[in-house]
């Protein structure tokens, strides 16, 4: 009786670890997905594609200008580094003012937008500055001591462009970096930078301060302990503060620059109670996976990195080939291995459904291999879409950007270069 009683409580916890295994996610495409598949199938020239849905762009894009009503955007170039990109949001957006993060591409920029205004994101070397001017040509009637604001974070860097200013022979103008609490850099206090001014105000530099800026991504990963409103309440205070302490400088400007937000903030700066008068965005616009969270809820993905199929083989795995039948009726998610044309990029697999990368089996540059059930419905030269972590970075790892506009392929945009 205990035996029987034994045998029968296994094959009931057997049962019970049979039944929890599991369950199949795979689904074919979606009718977006295999409209966009069967698309690429005719026009992909089969090989690794970056795309971008001109429909979604332009709703987030409308949904930017309805958050932040008459607040003037800056676009911020690292995520959208693309001319053609750029310039459709610019004009779309009515906007001809760029955050750039990189010398190469703001050379770009002076050449693709002539009439822009340009503010460094980061404090470049003042050999990374030195290169721009040297770069650009002079028959583009673009004027850096009125169109380019460099980024200082420290009296030493305050130092280096008023020695470059001095080399060049033309006056800087300069933006200073305030912490106001993301803790990455900038001056740390009002006091510090304070001092620093007062220092400048009384030397013959030829620098030209135009105004601050400060990054408030931590508000949006505050901490449980402390509210979001609480940690927006706190970093407006700071940036108040470090204007109160500027305005006691002669070098301060009757109308000075006030720049802050991002893609993670933007939403929580729409009213006009906070201290800046423009707020960078760039993410936001393309919402790659890395932002979603609930203050870009109603943003819509809008990029898109499509992969030919290689091969579609059953799942199994080097050395563990006679463990595949049981691997399988364990997990059908792994019921078939699907290699794709390049890989290894910082992107989730999101359709068709149900595909993931192999832990397993490691990950490849060359021939990314994605697991699946047959569900999937997957067959060689057929697509599968990826959702980039982030746009910055992404956009130049491909030769040119499809656009897609109402269910069709409309053309194509260049990146911008690194070099």
Not at 65 to 90: E, I, M
Not at 236 to 254: D, T, V
Request: aromatic share 8%; with cysteine.
């Amino acid at each position: 009786m205990r035996r029987r009683t034994l045998l029968g409580l296994g094959a009931i916890g057997a049962l019970g670890l049979w039944t929890a295994r599991p369950r199949d996610h795979g689904r074919p495409h979606d009718a977006y997905f295999a409209r966009l598949n069967e698309l690429l199938r005719l026009e992909g020239g089969g090989i690794p594609q970056l795309v971008i849905d001109l429909d979604r762009l332009d709703a987030n894009a409308d949904l930017l200008v309805s958050r932040l009503g008459q607040r003037p955007l800056r676009l911020v170039t690292k995520s959208l580094a693309c001319g053609g990109l750029l310039d459709y949001l610019a004009r779309r957006l009515s906007c001809t003012r760029f955050m750039v993060f990189h010398q190469p591409q703001l050379n770009q920029l002076a050449r693709l937008f002539p009439n822009a205004d340009l503010l460094l994101g980061k404090p470049l070397p003042a050999a990374a500055a030195l290169a721009f001017y040297q770069q650009l040509p002079r028959h583009l009637g673009f004027e850096p001591s009125r169109q380019v604001t460099w980024l200082v974070d420290s009296p030493q860097r305050l130092q280096e462009y008023a020695e470059l200013g001095r080399a060049l022979g033309q006056p800087l103008q300069v933006a200073l970096e305030i912490d106001i609490g993301l803790a990455r850099g900038g001056f740390p206090t009002p006091e510090a930078m304070g001092s620093a001014l007062q220092h400048f105000a009384n030397s013959q530099s030829l620098l030209q301060l135009r105004g601050l800026m400060g990054y408030d991504a931590q508000v949006a990963h505050a901490p449980f302990w402390v509210s979001r409103a609480k940690a927006l309440d706190e970093s407006n205070a700071r940036y108040q503060a470090f204007i109160h302490a500027a305005q006691a400088s002669p070098l301060w400007p009757q109308a000075p620059l006030l720049n802050g937000g991002g893609s993670q903030t933007y939403p929580l700066h729409g009213d006009s109670s906070g201290p800046l008068n423009e707020i960078a965005v760039g993410s936001a616009l393309l919402k790659p996976a890395g932002f979603d969270s609930d203050l870009l809820k109603e943003h819509q993905p809008a990029l898109w990195i499509a992969a030919p199929v290689l091969k579609v083989l059953d799942g199994a795995l080097p050395y563990l080939e006679g463990t595949q039948a049981l691997a399988q009726g364990w997990n059908p998610n792994r019921q078939r291995a699907h290699y794709l044309y390049g890989g290894n990029w910082q992107a989730e697999p999101v359709s068709p459904a149900g595909l993931a990368y192999d832990s397993l089996y490691g990950r490849s540059a060359n021939q990314e291999r994605l697991i699946g059930s047959r569900a999937t419905k997957l067959a060689v030269d057929d697509w599968v879409f990826l959702r980039p972590m982030q746009s910055e970075g992404t956009l130049g790892d491909f030769a040119d950007l499809r656009l897609l506009r109402r269910g069709s392929l409309v053309g194509r945009w260049s990146p911008l270069g690194l070099t």
